[in-house]
């Protein structure tokens, strides 16, 4: 597997599992019917951000992943990131390979910490990858985020210092 800077010609890769996982409406708050346009918007980040694909020797992208600041200015010295793994790649490591680069990212532009600000607490196999990283839960939002399957459930903010 590598991971790399994401490029122009990686999206129409990127865009039917993205648009999936959006549908389903599990694990991210973005719009379940989010449009083409919105997703390129929200996940492809210009610098001093970054967007990084995982793939496989033949160059098929396994997933992805987007790191930037949490937030600006006096607090702009936590970083974030988000991470999608094409279903179909799941299991294989590759949501593990993601946030190793993205905290060595945080690390070499000197964030001070890492920060998830909604990680859903259904989504039991990203809160338990993040924990083995180091992650903590430090507080979660009651009834935060609805699930289409389990109603309402929280919604963890994790954190990690770097």
Request: proline share 4%; aromatic share 10%; with cysteine.
């Amino acid at each position: 597997m590598i991971i790399r800077d994401v490029a122009e010609a990686d999206w129409r890769q990127i865009w039917p599992f993205l648009r999936q996982i959006c549908r389903d409406g599990e694990t991210f708050s973005y719009p379940t019917d989010i449009s083409e346009e919105l997703a390129r918007d929200f996940w492809l980040l210009a610098p001093p951000n970054r967007t990084v694909v995982a793939v496989d020797e033949a160059g098929v992208v396994l997933g992805t992943a987007k790191m930037n600041a949490n937030q600006m200015g006096n607090a702009g010295h936590v970083a974030s990131a988000s991470y999608m793994v094409d279903p179909a790649h799941s299991g294989k490591g590759v949501g593990r390979a993601l946030c190793e680069e993205s905290l060595r990212w945080a690390r070499e532009r000197g964030f001070r910490a890492m920060q998830f600000n909604a990680v859903v607490a259904s989504n039991t196999h990203a809160v338990r990858l993040y924990e083995s990283l180091g992650f903590r839960v430090v507080g979660t939002i009651p009834e935060g985020f609805h699930h289409p399957a389990l109603g309402y459930v929280g919604l963890h903010i994790m954190h990690r210092a770097l």
